[in-house]
Each structure stands twice: as C-alpha cells, then as structure tokens.
C-alpha cells in the first residue's frame, strides 16, 4: 500500500510523543513521518500518494534509471552507533549512489519501512527526517511506499528512479585495454570506521577517528559528479563503490575478459585512515582496497583525457585520483609502496 499523501495523523498533532513507541501512533502515524511537509511532489506526477500505485510522465528524450537498495539492522546500521538520522540519511544514499553510478539525475523515490512496533515514535521520526532531508537536498519527490511492522530485524528500502539522455547513460560494460582507473574521494574510511565500531564502539565528537565513523553511518553520494562525468562523456564504464574497490573493479573488467594493474601508491587515502592504521598495525593500502561502502565512484576513461577528468570533478568539488592501468591480460594486480606485486584481493560478499 503507498503511502497517503494526507493521513489522518501526524507528527506535530501527537500530544507529548515522547515515550511513545509506534504501536501507539499506528500505521498512519508512522505514514505522516516520512510524507513531506505540504504533501509536496514533483511536476510530472500525476498520482501522488494515496492510491494503489504512484503514475508519473515519462520525459521525452530521457530514458528512465531505475534502482533499489536496502539496510538492514545489524547488518547495514545499528541503532547505537550514530544519531538516528544518519540511518535516514544513508538509505537514501546509498541509492542515490547507484543513479550517480549511471551518470543520471535522481527524480522520484518509493520507501518500504518495516519497524517493530515496539520502536519508539522519537526513533522513527529521526530516521523520516534524515530520508526527507537528503531527498530534499537532490530535488527527490518521495511518491509512495509501504509501512510493515516487523518482529525485527528494522528493514529499509527505497527505490529510486532517475532519469539520463540515452547517450550520457553510462554502464559498467565499455571498459578497453589501455584506459586507467580514477576513483573519487577517499577509500578505505567507512572499513576503517566499521572496524572502530567492532572494537571500540561509539567514539566522541571531535575524536580523531570519529570521521572514520560519520564515513561509514553517514555516506555522501556523488550525483553531482556523476552528472558532470556523464555529460562530458570522458567516462567508457563506471560504478560506485559499494562492495569494495577489488570487487567492484572486476565489474567493470570482467565481461571485456580485461586485467589491470593498481599502484597502491595512488590510491586516495585520508590522514584518519592512515593515522587509524598506523595504531593498529594494520596496512592503509590493504584497508583501502577490500573496504566496501565507501560509495565513491570508480570508473575507466582514456589516459588523455586525465586533465578534463580532473577539472570536471573539481567543478564540483571532488577531488579524484587516477590509480591505475586497464591491461589487455585478464590479471589483477596491486603494486605495493615496497615494489612487491600482490594479487587484488576482493571485498564484501553478502552471501
């Protein structure tokens, strides 16, 4: 069922919510949450919320892009780690990741919310407010859903839907022998953030490891300049880092039977994540290459066009790094600051 664009109770109506959990506030009240203040929606929608199902015009001259990605607790988030809103936040994120990865701009967005009805009304209202502002932020119009209760684990789900001229879209099949390999940002911080977490938990604000924690929990997606990639038309594949730079570069190699050759030397890796290292005994390189959800976007493109790489990213304020070699040879290889070649190794598989 989608979600009502005017249900009978909201937030602000509930006297004194704090305390309550939301079998108190029922269905529609978990409803008024994540529906927008006004009931606002895009132009082109011509049902909003409230019916059987969303409808909304297609656009001449576009093609439509269109994704799905869940979090599930204690496997995506837990509750204890971060402000709640951080867990809006990412679902909404993580597939605005996947539209940045086609070289697409985000358009409308389904949620599907599945809560323990013991879950209090102030838990849910923040993780509402984390999806409605990075929707908010990227011109998003949420146009339906569902709301299930659930015995537990939480489960969240959104499913966007963008839109690109077909001849900007792009995949991540194109890649050719000779290209080099750019990534965005900066890799290994979430593995990094992840493995506080684990060992030491919750850090307080303004510890220097801290920010290796907010990488993890609160994710930034790069549609801006994926956008800006995609209209330069520099790009022959690219995809977001979701899995790990290891696993996700094989899919940009594997169905041209292709091999590439990393210097570990290049790979863009933050004073956090190297400082984080160093006290742990762990290698920075090794971190940066098997940590997944970093969410930046890695894709291929001819050598000579680097420059233009890079004044496309900075336009919108991202910096990139080109960190390797496309080869004919269907090998995988890291060149180690030692000088020592090691195999790619991979990253996270959900099964």
């Not at 890649?175 to 919750?202: K, S």
């Not at 790979?267 to 290459?289: H, K, M, N, W």
């Not at 390797?324 to 099964?351: C, K, N, Q």
Request: proline letters at 7%; one cysteine or more; a negative charge.
């Amino acid at each position: 069922m989608l979600l009502p664009r005017n249900p009978p109770i909201t937030f602000d109506e509930m006297a004194d919510p704090k305390g309550h959990t939301l079998s108190d506030i029922g269905e529609a009240g978990v409803i008024a949450l994540f529906s927008p203040p006004g009931g606002a929606i895009g132009e082109k929608v011509v049902v909003p919320n409230g019916d059987d199902a969303a409808a909304f015009f297609t656009e001449p001259r576009y093609v439509s892009v269109v994704t799905t990605d869940t979090l599930v607790e204690h496997v995506h988030f837990e509750l204890g780690h971060g402000p709640e809103i951080r867990v809006g936040r990412k679902l909404m994120s993580v597939n605005l990741s996947d539209i940045a990865a086609m070289g697409a701009t985000p358009r409308y967005a389904l949620l599907s919310v599945c809560f323990p009805k013991s879950l209090p009304v102030v838990v849910a209202e923040r993780i509402a407010i984390g999806v409605r502002e990075v929707a908010k932020a990227h011109g998003v119009a949420v146009i339906g859903g569902n709301v299930t209760s659930s015995p537990g684990p939480m489960m969240l789900s959104a499913t966007l839907v963008g839109r690109a001229e077909p001849e900007e879209l792009v995949r991540r099949r194109g890649t050719q022998a000779g290209d080099a390999i750019f990534v965005t940002g900066r890799l290994g911080q979430a593995r990094a953030g992840l493995r506080v977490l684990q060992t030491t938990g919750p850090l307080e604000k303004g510890h220097p490891w801290s920010k290796l924690v907010v990488a993890l929990t609160d994710p930034k997606a790069r549609v801006k300049t994926g956008r800006a990639l995609a209209r330069g038309r520099f790009v022959h594949a690219m995809c977001d880092i979701s899995d790990g730079f290891g696993v996700d570069l094989r899919s940009l190699l594997r169905l041209e039977q292709l091999g590439a050759r990393i210097d570990a030397r290049a790979l863009p890796i933050s004073a956090a994540t190297r400082d984080y290292c160093a006290a742990q005994g762990l290698s920075p390189e090794r971190v940066a290459l098997a940590g997944g959800e970093d969410y930046e976007l890695l894709f291929t493109a001819h050598p000579r066009d680097t420059d233009a790489i890079v004044a496309e990213c900075a336009s919108t304020g991202t910096p990139v790094s080109r960190v390797g070699m496309v080869t004919a040879e269907p090998l995988l290889d890291v060149e180690m600051p030692s000088g020592e070649l090691i195999p790619l190794i991979g990253g996270y598989d959900h099964f």
